[in-house]
Every structure is written in structure tokens, then in C-alpha cells.
């Protein structure tokens, strides 16, 4: 749930990296996100609602990263889309190889042909879904972007739940 202060992280580097200033929309998008992270994260008696788990800290670490992302993105807009597009896979990747060797995760992989095509077609329909987003990403401002898409992700958790 952490992931969802991302429109938080989008505002903040909005304005230090884009120079881009707070709109109307802005205030509320601050105090809402503020709002729901110290929801989730308050227990009695513990003090500051801060994370408590791993798996907290590395939900507040993708929202972040997310954000960052998207605000570099677009500070970034002549570089081409499929330049963009790599750059994203390669932070993931980069990413992910300094949790794991953190030991904040491990690998787990079922080996065999079928997997390994499903592995490579899954990529593939990632690579694409990147590419489309590049392009919207180069055209809306960052804060309007940032909210589009956890739309999305938030409308089709919400259509997984009902069909289940």
C-alpha cells in the first residue's frame, strides 16, 4: 500500500527537479497521501507511524522509485522512447540485483522450456506496455501522469477482487 504514496514523491520531485509548481490539485494530493500512509501504518501505542516490516520499506522504496522515475521521464523527453524504455529496465534490473544482493530476496526459478518462453513472451508484452507508456509519459505533465496511472493499477486490482 505504500507503493500509493507515489503521487506524493511525484509532487515533491515535480518541484525540486521540474521547477514545476503545486496546483490546487496539489495540496490535497500531499495531505491525502499523508493521511493514508499514517492509516496504514498507525498502530496504538507505537509512536510515529513509520514501516514496520521489510516489505514496508521496500513498498515505500517502489513508490518512490516509481515517481523518480516518472519525473526523470519527463525531464528527460528528448531522449527517444525506446531509450527511456531501457533505461527502465535496466534501474529495475539494477535494482533488484542490489536487493538481492543485500539479501533482502532470493531467487526461486522452475527451469524447462515452458517457462522459459512464457519468461520470454512476458518480457516482450513488457517491453511494448513500456514503450506506450514512454510515449504518454513524454506528453502529460508529471502529476497528472502519476495519478493516471495508479488509476489504472488500482482499477484492475479492484476488477481481479470482484471477478474472484
Do not use: H
Request: with cysteine; proline share 5%.
Amino acid at each position: 500500500l505504500l507503493f500509493y504514496l507515489a503521487p506524493l514523491w511525484t509532487v515533491v520531485l515535480s518541484r525540486l527537479l521540474l521547477g514545476e509548481r503545486l496546483g490546487r490539485a496539489g495540496a490535497p494530493v500531499i495531505v491525502l497521501s499523508l493521511f493514508g500512509a499514517a492509516l496504514i501504518l498507525w498502530q496504538p501505542g507505537a509512536g510515529l507511524p513509520l514501516p514496520q516490516s521489510r516489505a514496508d520499506w521496500l513498498g515505500l522504496f517502489a513508490g518512490f522509485s516509481f515517481a523518480l522515475f516518472n519525473v526523470l521521464s519527463r525531464l528527460e523527453r528528448d531522449l527517444s522512447i525506446a531509450s527511456r524504455s531501457m533505461v527502465s529496465f535496466a534501474g529495475v534490473a539494477l535494482t533488484g540485483l542490489v536487493l538481492l544482493c543485500s539479501g533482502l530476496g532470493r531467487v526461486e526459478m522452475p527451469a524447462g522450456p515452458l517457462v522459459i518462453g512464457l519468461l520470454l513472451g512476458i518480457g516482450l508484452v513488457l517491453v511494448l506496455a513500456n514503450l506506450i507508456v514512454q510515449y504518454g509519459l513524454a506528453r502529460l505533465p508529471s502529476n497528472r501522469a502519476i495519478v493516471i496511472m495508479l488509476t489504472v493499477v488500482q482499477s484492475r486490482y479492484v476488477e481481479k477482487k470482484v471477478n474472484y
